[in-house]
């Protein structure tokens, strides 16, 4: 699945986003790559439609096995649209990623919000954890209540508890 279907210059958004830190994962670059790794690679581009790899895809290229898994998980699972749009996946993905500090998964999957629609000033308001922009629908803002709400009170409760409790407000 490419994102063809997309309003947003994928050229433009590669330009907009910050590169990477390699301070807290190794990053296998391309030229260093194996065959193996580099023929994932280019499954990745042919697939997702995107040119350049981002940061992600080089952490996870240190283990062949992994990267491969996680192209599968990203192709059948996150993009794709399901119970949730790939919007939601991607906003819900970026949040979590952002509170967790990854900036490796947080360019990734802010990178494909925005093929997804999403605006910088959104990407602005999920950095800033702002979940009552009006940026945000209210769809978006319960999903992300999921998140800050699991982040602190998870231990001892069960998640279709937060899914059931937000079910209703989804839609």
């Keep these: 699945m490419t994102t063809a279907s997309s309003n947003a210059d994928p050229q433009a958004?590669?330009?907009q986003r910050a590169a990477p830190s390699s301070t807290n994962l190794p990053l296998v670059e391309?030229?260093?790559?194996?065959?193996?790794?580099?023929?994932?690679?280019?499954?990745?581009?042919?697939?997702?439609?995107?040119?350049?790899?981002?940061?992600?895809?080089?952490?996870?290229?240190?283990?062949p096995p992994m990267l491969r898994g996680m192209l599968?998980?990203?192709?059948?699972?996150?993009?794709?649209?399901g119970l949730l749009t790939?919007?939601?996946?991607?906003?819900?993905?970026?949040?979590?990623?952002?509170?967790n500090a990854c900036p490796y998964c947080a360019d990734s999957h802010?990178?494909?919000?925005?093929?997804?629609?999403?605006?910088?000033?959104?990407?602005?308001?999920?950095?800033?954890?702002?979940l009552d922009s009006p940026l945000l629908t209210e769809a978006e803002r319960a999903l992300a209540a999921i998140r800050r709400q699991s982040k602190?009170?998870?231990?001892?409760?069960?998640?279709?508890?937060?899914?059931n409790h937000y079910a209703g407000r989804l839609g």
Excluded: W
């Excluded at 939601?88 to 509170?99: D, G, N, P, V």
């Excluded at 802010?110 to 702002?130: K, M, N």
């Design 13 to 15: 958004l590669a330009a």
């Design 30 to 63: 391309e030229a260093s790559a194996s065959p193996e790794v580099r023929a994932l690679f280019q499954q990745y581009r042919d697939h997702f439609g995107r040119t350049n790899l981002p940061g992600i895809l080089l952490c996870f290229a240190t283990h």
């Design 72 to 81: 599968e998980i990203a192709e059948h699972l996150l993009f794709v649209d």
């Design 86 to 99: 790939r919007r939601h996946k991607e906003m819900i993905a970026t949040f979590l990623s952002l509170q």
């Design 110 to 130: 802010g990178y494909f919000l925005r093929t997804q629609g999403g605006s910088a000033d959104l990407l602005s308001a999920l950095r800033t954890a702002d």
């Design 152 to 163: 602190h009170r998870f231990a001892g409760h069960h998640p279709l508890r937060y899914r």
